[in-house]
């Protein structure tokens, strides 16, 4: 068997401050595989993630509960971001497919099992690019960097 993994990566456009609060750009009522680009200084780190609601994941960003620890670490770091002048692009996987055994079928973003090959064959990609992510729990060579780590 051999299947490949196949979309474009489409800008919904940046996260803002305003008082203090997280503003997200307008975001579809639908399951998707997306990336926050974290840009600061020259530097950029990636964060990939998968959702079955795109809207309300990120509202979860924007007030994370007390027990969401994977949505306080990102709130937190996309704060220091910002404060710091830094800039984040929220992308989103749009004309997804796969491709088994040559043949292109449209994917299916309903289902988790997709979403999980979508965004698991992204982070592979990312890796091999950038050489790390935000979803790398040992950061990597922006360890030390106060602001994107």
Known sequence: MRVAV???WMSMGDVSLVGGDLVMPPLPEAPAVYQWVFRHDGRERRYVGEAALLRRRFNHYR?????QSTNL???????????????IEILVAHDVSFVRDGEAV???L????ARCLVENAALVDQLAVMGE????KG???????????
């Open 73 to 87: 670490r990102m709130r937190e770091r996309a704060l220091r971001v910002l404060e710091a002048r830094g800039t």
């Open 139 to 149: 950061y990597g060579a922006l360890r030390d960097d106060p602001v994107l780590r």
């Open 63 to 67: 007030r994370p509960g007390p027990s």
């Open 106 to 108: 449209v994917a299916d």
């Open 6 to 8: 196949q979309c474009e």
């Open 133 to 136: 992510l935000v979803n790398d």
């Open 110 to 113: 309903s289902s988790k099992h």
